[in-house]
């Protein structure tokens, strides 16, 4: 480690407040894609770019992060992060068309690319493991918070003023995220001159970003003639971006030095952490598509409406977060996670009953629950895989956790869209009406809502079935490396 006086909370702090404003103007953005597509002329499935190609970017750039945490300093990263994240959010504020805004994005993007990891990373080595859940904790309210007020903030926004303001609002707050950092920011870690092989990256490119981009254009195209997972480009893009993954691990077995390093999948723990936050982001991310939706097209509510019934949820999970980081350092992981899929399977389940006459109150309860069942889950089984790496795994470990978590997402909202539109066309089909009709099209959309709440259902049962065979990770070191109690001493 770099400098013994460590001032562990300015550091933290200037990472969590970047952090927030970060996913503050990437949510904040999702309630107001049907007002950007009327501002700047543009159909339904170019919008959606906005969030594609902000995923490509995640999934292209995160799998190198672990790379350029060894090779750069952390004050480093963190002004290359700050810089592109108010470079995008400035580009995004002026924008006046679709092109130059998601330009934007696809800079901020390359800013999230460069700070989750380094937070994360940053995480493990100036905090100890056996009191790491409250750390993680806290990671977990921040992000969580952000998505919880964005959309709140967003209605009132787009109400009040023009969507530019989302990026106006949140780039002083960057700028001063910088300041600090500057101020306050030190290198945590040592740093070495890993090779850049080409080759790695660029299949690791190819199979991440052809898999992002793969389902989700599965999802944009859902339901349009020709799109969906019947497009050529859907099948072409997820077949090489196998192959090209297939191809990537298998270089990186053989090198000597690998850019992401494959060996953290002989600690089970750390596998079976992996497999749990994949599951969650699924269905969490899935969720926060498909609540909108329903609220919107199914119970034709305002935007900012639905903003203030999805945010009880939202602080709900952010402060569960700081509480189960706390439990985990007192208890560990498996009943955690345990009983928060069994809330999260439940939940589902009754939200897959509903109809166009459900109460306000039903869905606040469900979502909310929904959000303590998750944030059980997500922590816990994320630290408790991380703290079965040796130090020098961190970045392999944080970088395929993040890049994992942006393929989740995508494959999550597209199988959710994927649902969604086909119980929606075959309620249509075997109840023929007016699609002028709005309550017609609004119960045909919550036909489609609840058949993916059940998918998403199904994921939580098998995330409940694989969350048996967690144990906690004893995180007294002996050779520099976190024992799990399935391991021998």
Known sequence: MVGKNIKVIPILTALLLSAFIGMFSETALNVALTQLMQDLSVTPATIQWLTTGYLLVLGILVPVSGLLLQRFTTRQLFVAALSFLISGTLIAALASVFEVLLIGRVVQAMGTALLIPLMFNTILVVIPPERRGAAMGLIGLIIMSAPAVG??????IVQNLTWNWIFWISLPFLVFALLFGLVYMQNISETSRPKFDVLSILLSTIGFGGIVFGFSSAGEGAGEHGGGWESPRVIVAIVVGVIALVLFSWRQLKMEKPVINLRVFK??????????????????????????????????????????????????????????GRLFDKYGPKWLVIFGLIIAAVTLWFFSGITTASSIFMIIALHSFLMIGISMVMMPAQTNGLNQLPPEYYPDGTAIMNTLQQVAGAIGTALAVSLLTTRQAAYMQANPGDVTDTDYVAQAMTVGVSGAFKMAAGMAIIGLIVALFIKRVNVSRGKGEAQSDQLPH
Request: charge should be positive; charged fraction near 0%; glycine fraction near 12%.
């Open 151 to 156: 959309p709140t903030i967003s209605g009132l």
């Open 267 to 324: 600690y089970p723990m750390f596998t079976l952490g992996l497999l749990m936050v994949f599951i969650a982001m699924m269905i969490i991310l899935s969720s926060m598509l498909l609540m909108p939706m329903y609220l919107q097209r199914g119970l034709l509510l305002t935007t900012f409406a639905t903003g203030l019934i999805m945010l009880p949820g939202g602080i709900i999970n952010g402060g569960m977060s700081l509480l189960t």
